[in-house]
């Protein structure tokens, strides 16, 4: 089980919000060389004002060697979404809040080297997701009457090449773990960067816990860079 704590430094831009996230997970070791697992998260965002995401999925992990593991999965998304309710006469009402859900698989190969306490790792994911057509209804008002129509988000899927290199210590006489990574994401060009520091808890066998900070820079997107802070329970068995 894993909590993870991590520190990096803040954004000094204006414009990034701050977000909690809360992560929750299970895992059985079937054999010597697969695990299966289940996950489960919930996200928050705009100052951890409101909650951006739900989602759940599910992974099996397959050990080629020592140093090399493979791992595929599934993921069930359920995102909070905002539509500018912008009416065709130029005037405007509030902003319309809806969910949207996704699906989405993952494949990746994880390398790593061990020496003494210090552990070197680079994970190469590849993930496809598809994201259905979803339409709202839009409510615009003017002086004469109310006007209603409907918007359509057409369906789409979008593939994305995830690349994280990751060094983890491992205490000798507590069960304590800290971590640093940095991740990509590479469509082409890279969409945005995971800066992440954490620590993970080991408390039994069977449980562990884990804290981390994460700084998400959303490169040339006009999406909002993002502070997180994301604690975590695992259990094994």
Known sequence: MTLTISALPMSSQDNSDFGLWTEIGAEKKLNQRWNAGLEAELRTSNKASQTSRWAAGLYGQYRIATWLKARAGYQFLYDRREYENTCEDGSSSPNISFWLPRHRIHFDLTGQYTTKNWTFSLRERWQYTYQPEKTITTNCENA???????????????NVLRSRIEIDYAFSTVPLTPYISVELYNNWDIEKTRYTAGLEWN???????????????????????MHIVCASYKYNF
């Open 203 to 225: 408390t039994t066998s069977h449980h562990s816990l884990g804290v981390f900070y994460r700084f998400e820079d959303m490169s040339d997107n006009d999406d909002t860079d």
């Open 144 to 158: 004469a009457e109310d006007i209603v129509g409907s918007v359509t988000y057409n369906g789409k899927g979008k």
